[in-house]
């Protein structure tokens, strides 16, 4: 390709710094397609519930909590969509690091967002289930769980990554 120099930078592949942001395009992508339906399955839960005959029985902190969960929902979707409307904005415009970016951003944004909604849907059928307690309780586990797994986990494997590279 004219004019694009071989970029290597710290990835170990000799590939132009074009076909590493496609990759990186392509690779978002595929963690978006997944994040999708995982949302598509806890907003479809949700909007069935209104509908059932138990949730008239529903007291005012069960209520709020679902109507939280279902706003994180909307919110969270419309992260996961937001890098295919940016992309439709900016398509043919050579901005693919701008793209690849802020891409980057928003789906962790909407890795949070499906976190949040796990933890707040689970609480609520452990709420309704089998009580306040054991709704606050399992939320606060899955909470911890998820901090770890989400955050602790990366940032771990991340530091253990570039202890090795150092060494190297």
Known sequence: MAGV???TG????????EEQLDRNWAEL?????VLQTGVQILAGFLLTLPFQDRFEELDDFQVILYLVNVVIATLTTAFILLPVSVHRRL???RLK???VSS????????????????????????DVTAGRT?????????L?????????????????????????
Do not use: C, W
Request: charged share 20%; no cysteine; hydrophobic share 50%.
């Open 91 to 93: 398509f043919r415009q």
């Open 10 to 17: 710290d990835t170990g592949r000799n590939e132009t710094r």
């Open 103 to 126: 891409a980057d951003t928003t789906t962790k944004i909407a890795l949070a967002g499906i976190a949040m909604l796990s933890v707040g849907t689970a609480s609520l059928v452990f």
């Open 5 to 7: 120099e071989d970029y």
């Open 29 to 33: 992508l595929q963690e978006l397609r």
């Open 144 to 168: 911890a769980v998820l901090l770890v797994l989400l955050v602790y986990v990366p940032l771990r494997l991340n530091h253990r990554a570039r202890t090795t590279a150092v060494k190297a």
């Open 97 to 99: 690091a701008t793209l």
């Open 134 to 142: 054991a709704g606050l309780t399992a939320g606060g586990i899955l």
